[in-house]
């Protein structure tokens, strides 16, 4: 398979473990690849298995129907938010060797891209397809960088939700459709479950403590103290953001030890198990309820973190036309069809993200996803840290191992804090 050619020549700087998907086969003709033309086109993404796949899928369905001639190669690499494929990808983009599109976060992780000149302007495409005005402006400007626009979004995902069990809840004297103000009143609620000896809260490896620890420092500091932390406003060494690390300390005591070895399907699988009472996750997660049949609020229920009532924790996936892209015609139809109004619908619905577009067909996207969408239009909108909005990837890593060292008992409060505030350059 030609993708197998450009895959082999990576696997030498991968780490182990990456699981490389397989072709879906585009309906393409097979026919021979004439140096840029766009026969074919590989995607980079880390949506390699499940519920991540199976959007995928939804999306490439929609390509197949639209660009029937270019066949689709699947250059997903396992690992959830981007924790295998980022650097997998960046040694591909170092190396010459980009795929012909790639998975990047709305922001300043795409911004990272876009100084280093490895991504195109494709404001061109925005003409051609007509996205400048399917897209909400406040979505623009974060795509917008001095005039030029380097991506097309394909979804708009919320990072601060809670996903939590009913029975669990009511096992453990609470009431389901209870509303926790705060963090600290939450916590009184995971003591109800602790005593039950179930996990009052369900998490897995570093980025997805990380996803928590950005909704509790949104929590504690509100939408514009969080903010400033990643404009230099507020000070990560004040003694909020100390109470609020408390927090997310006492909250890492609720939670299951088999952490590290875990991601996020399986934190969600607890919840689904009636293993644990809460997990908060980005509404990924939806598709993975959706998936075990269970409707809201008789199987599961889902509620802003505490706190967060209001705010929407943004990101939103879009896809390059990296420079140097094999295949530049094949990546624009993959660009056209993550832009067009089918696929935002076909993928969204499957993804548990709502479309980017404000002119996609929603009307059968279930209950959460209708939610989101009333949220994102009305809520106050913040950028997510795990998942690329709001930093560039290297702070983003630095404050990944900062975390994995504090959650694994190799760091303290006080070093915590001190390496986060490193991190942002204080
Ligand atoms: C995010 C990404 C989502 C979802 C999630 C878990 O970074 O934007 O689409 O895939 O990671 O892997």
């Not at 250059?75 to 998975?103: H, I, M, N």
């Not at 890593?397 to 060292?405: G, L, M």
Request: charged share 20%.
């Amino acid at each position: 398979m030609k993708r197998t050619r450009v895959l082999t020549t990576v696997a030498g700087v991968a780490a182990a473990g990456l699981a490389l998907a397989g072709c879906s086969g585009g309906g393409g003709d097979g026919g021979g690849s004439e140096g840029g033309s766009g026969d074919e086109v590989e995607v980079f993404t880390w949506w390699a298995a499940g519920t991540e796949k199976a959007g995928l899928d939804a999306l490439v369905e929609v390509f197949d129907e639209q660009h029937p001639d270019v066949e689709f190669v699947n250059g997903a690499v396992a690992g959830g938010a981007g924790s295998a494929a980022k650097d997998l990808l960046q040694s591909r983009l170092q190396a010459g060797d980009p795929p012909d599109t790639f998975q990047a976060h709305a922001g300043a992780e795409l911004q990272d891209y876009i100084d280093a000149a490895q991504v195109e302007d494709v404001s061109d495409l925005y003409d051609e397809f007509g996205l400048t005005e399917a897209f909400p402006e406040d979505l623009l400007d974060r795509l917008t960088v001095d005039g030029a626009i380097y991506s097309v979004p394909a979804n708009i995902h919320r990072a601060n939700v809670v996903w939590a069990n009913p029975g669990v809840l009511e096992e453990s004297g609470l009431d389901p459709a209870a509303e926790y103000a705060s963090i600290d009143e939450w916590i009184e609620a995971m003591e109800a479950v602790e005593a039950t000896g179930k996990t009052p809260l369900s998490v897995a490896t570093t980025w997805t403590q990380v996803n928590l620890l950005e909704t509790v420092l949104l929590a504690d500091l509100g939408a514009e103290g969080y903010e400033g932390l990643w404009s230099g406003e507020t000070d990560w060494t004040g003694s909020d953001v100390t109470a609020s690390l408390e927090h997310f300390e006492t909250l890492m005591g609720f939670t299951n030890t088999d952490r590290d070895g875990l991601d996020w399907p399986d934190a969600t699988q607890q919840i689904i198990d009636g293993q644990a009472a809460f997990n908060v996750m980005g509404d990924w997660a939806e598709a993975s309820f959706a998936e075990a049949g269970f409707e809201a609020p008789a199987d599961y229920v889902y509620f802003p973190v505490p706190g967060t009532e209001g705010v929407f924790d943004f990101l939103a996936d879009s896809f390059t036309l990296p420079v140097g892209a094999p295949h530049p015609d094949g990546a624009k139809a993959w660009l056209e069809t993550v832009g067009s109004a089918d696929g935002q619908t076909a993928f969204n619905q499957a993804k548990g993200s709502i479309p980017a577009r404000t002119d996609a067909d929603t009307s059968e996207f279930g209950a959460y996803q209708q939610t989101a969408i009333t949220s994102f239009a009305e809520d106050t909108i913040v950028s997510s840290l795990a998942h690329g909005a709001a930093t560039p990837v290297a702070m983003l890593n630095q404050i990944t191992d900062a975390t994995s060292k504090f959650t694994t008992g190799a760091s303290d409060l006080a070093t915590y804090q001190e390496e986060l505030a490193a991190a942002a350059g204080e």
